[in-house]
């Protein structure tokens, strides 16, 4: 059983910087991949980034590449989402999840991939 917990949301103006921790409690650690989904109204989930645990391989979706890092903390078992120059657009439901594989990065996984997610922290970034 894996439970993962986010934190860090807030209001943020445009130009404005964040970061999400996800931490990750499972009673022997299997983590392969985490990644970050994000959801706004009236839209689907999409994929923000992915980082595979056992090197930190990263990747991103085209529309943060140079504004969002995801990092992880092996010790702390917590993954991080930075994320810099926010737009409004960048307003959402920001979810962490985890999968006991290793996924591939090109492409981006899919919602589907991913066996456990977190409850969600609220992003709004103001104009």
């Known amino acids: 059983q894996v439970q993962l917990v986010e934190s860090g949301g807030g209001l943020v103006q445009a130009g404005g910087s964040l970061r999400l921790s996800c931490i990750v409690s499972?009673?022997?650690?299997?983590?392969?991949?985490m990644a970050w989904f994000r959801q706004a109204p009236g839209k689907e989930r999409d994929i923000v980034g992915a980082?595979?645990?056992?090197?930190?391989?990263?990747e991103y979706a085209d529309s943060v590449k140079g504004r969002f890092t995801i990092t992880r903390d092996v010790t702390k078992r917590t993954t991080y989402l930075q994320m810099n120059s926010l737009k409004p657009e960048d307003t959402a439901d920001y979810y962490c999840?985890?999968?006991?594989?290793?996924?591939?990065?090109?492409?981006?996984?899919?919602?589907?991939?991913?066996?456990?997610w977190g409850q969600g922290t609220q992003v709004t970034v103001s104009s």
């Open positions: 999840a985890a999968s006991r594989h290793i996924l591939r990065m090109t492409p981006l996984p899919g919602a589907g991939d991913f066996d456990s």
């Open positions: 499972e009673r022997t650690f299997s983590t392969a991949t």
């Open positions: 980082i595979r645990w056992r090197d930190g391989t990263t």
